[in-house]
């Protein structure tokens, strides 16, 4: 069996990679092959050049929102790639594995496709509290009567060829709301969330598994969601992205009508 890991490190994230690799190959399903599609803008990456299973694809900075907004865009831009793996699984840039994880633990059942997290936030808390996107111009919405867990965008898995056809999906719902000047409201998360809302084919884990950093939760911890602030300020990285794409925007309207 094998797992193509999908990681996103683009501008400050790069610094999380190491020991989110290095924790992932101790504790993370160990006894499987295990092959790493790195999406960065950095020029090297920690152990690239001991295992040959670390692919680095060099992936642009696009800025926020869109370093998240267009994830399944990136995933979609490797797809023939991807297809020679049996399962596909992302996690966010800031995890650290913390404990053995097993595959009969993990790995979905026979009749499950996708596995999802539950959200930290809101394992206990009731519908009306969830962050459903609910506008209903938004592709991502999701209607006051459907939806019974909420799950966090860190962690997402499936079976190769349903894992892309999901990623097709979310980016043609993303590419309609973008057409119509909309985003959602916590970006590919509320897509995600849409995507699953009515499946039964769906493996949910508990946030054990997405477990925030410094958070007293009544759940064992498994994978830590590092606090970024601890590395980097994320409105920095916020507000320098915005002033870069305000930048690249101005210079392909200057560069299409001639003016350059």
Request: charged share 25%; hydrophobic share 40%.
């Amino acid at each position: 069996m094998k797992i193509w890991i999908l990681y996103v490190c683009t501008g400050k994230y790069d610094v999380f990679w190491e020991e989110f690799y290095s924790t992932s190959e101790q504790y993370f399903l160990p006894d499987l092959e295990k092959h790493y599609f790195v999406f960065t803008d950095a020029e090297k990456i920690f152990g690239e050049e001991n295992n040959i299973q670390i692919h680095r694809v060099h992936q642009e900075n696009l800025g926020w929102p869109n370093n998240t907004m267009k994830r399944f865009h990136i995933f979609l831009s490797q797809e023939k790639a991807l297809l020679s793996m049996d399962y596909l699984v992302f996690f966010n840039a800031n995890m650290k594995f913390l404990t053995s994880i097993s595959e009969e633990e993990f790995l979905p059942t026979w009749s499950e496709k996708y596995i999802a997290v539950q959200h930290p936030g809101f394992y206990d808390k009731p519908r009306r509290k969830f962050s459903y996107e609910n506008r209903l111009s938004s592709q991502a919405y999701i209607p006051p009567n459907e939806g019974s867990i909420y799950v966090q965008w860190a962690l997402q898995w499936g079976v190769t060829t349903w894992f892309l056809d999901a990623c097709l999906t979310m980016t043609d719902a993303i590419d309609i709301d973008t057409k119509n000047g909309i985003v959602a409201q916590w970006h590919d998360e509320s897509h995600w969330n849409r995507f699953l809302v009515w499946r039964t084919d769906i493996k949910i884990l508990s946030p054990s598994y997405a477990y925030p950093e410094d958070w007293a939760l009544p759940f064992p911890e498994k994978i830590r969601m590092l606090d970024k602030s601890k590395f980097f300020s994320i409105g920095n990285v916020r507000k320098y992205s915005l002033v870069q794409e305000t930048k690249e925007r101005l210079y392909r309207f200057l560069k299409k009508h001639w003016l350059l």
